[in-house]
């Protein structure tokens, strides 16, 4: 039995139908669980807020308060070391004459003079580029006590530091009498009356290093100037040295 296109049943609509909503509804479902997972991915979570230190850009800075303190200009000059404070003129005060006197062996008398004595003083190295040579001489003249230009030409007893300069068959003809063992040793720059500059009149003497020793011989004070330019301001005539031992 045979049926035609007009009397097919109508169960099979149905079934169509039924399927076509099911589909539909699948399809539905799993747009809208897509949808959800896109939106979850660009969601941002925002970090936990966290302490704000420091002023922020832009806003005033308010100044701290400084307490004050009691110190004062006056203290911090009185805080000034020793070493650093300008010398007195302690040789202008000394008395030439309550020197002690000493004897060689040769029979000369010698006055026992030390740096305390020699170095007593200020004295302010002149500016050289005057050409007033007599201005010059007038101004370092008046920088040494008279109670130190009295010992010009006197015979002396000084103790202080070897320094050679000049050396010649074993023997030191030349050399620098130093008031501080660091100036001849450790490279120390002595200012113009902390050393005085000797040439043996005999033969020479032995070198000795790193100990005081006593030069006698004829003393020089004034100025001493080479090619116009002050290179000292003490000199002696060296006779004969002592020391270390016998001092």
């Known amino acids: ?18 399927c076509l909503i099911v589909v539909l509804s699948a399809g539905g479902f ?15 979570v925002a970090p ?4 704000v230190r420091g002023t922020k850009i832009g806003e005033p800075v308010t100044p701290v308060p400084i ?8 203290t911090v000059i009185d805080a000034t070391p020793a070493a650093l404070a300008a010398p007195t003129n302690n040789a202008a005060n000394l008395d ?6 000493v004897k060689t062996g040769e029979g000369h008398e010698y006055l026992t003079v030390g740096f305390d004595y020699l170095s007593g003083f200020e004295y302010v190295i002149p500016e050289e580029g005057s050409t007033n040579a007599v ?10 006590p008279k109670t130190v230009r009295s010992l010009n030409n006197q015979r002396v007893a000084l103790k202080g530091f070897m320094l050679p300069l000049k050396v010649e068959g074993g023997l030191i003809t030349e050399l620098l009498v130093m008031r501080d063992q660091s100036m ?13 500059s000797v040439k043996m009149t005999s033969k ?22 080479e090619n116009g330019y002050l290179v000292g301001i003490y000199e002696m005539d060296g006779e004969s040295m002592a020391g270390p031992l016998d001092l």
């Open 1 to 18: 039995m045979y049926l035609s296109v007009n009397q097919q049943p109508r169960g099979n609509g149905l079934l169509v139908l039924i």
């Open 48 to 51: 936990p807020p966290t302490e």
């Open 96 to 101: 030439p004459s309550k020197l002690e006197k």
């Open 30 to 44: 799993m747009f809208w669980g897509y949808q959800t997972k896109q939106n979850s991915l660009n969601t941002v």
């Open 67 to 74: 307490a004050p303190t009691n110190a004062t200009v006056s």
């Open 184 to 196: 001849c040793c450790y490279g120390s720059v002595p200012k113009i009356n902390e050393w005085v």
């Open 135 to 144: 201005t010059k001489a007038d101004a370092s003249k008046d920088q040494i």
């Open 204 to 225: 020479g003497v032995k070198p000795i290093m790193d100990q005081a020793v006593t030069l006698y011989g004829k003393l020089k004070v004034g100025e001493i100037r």
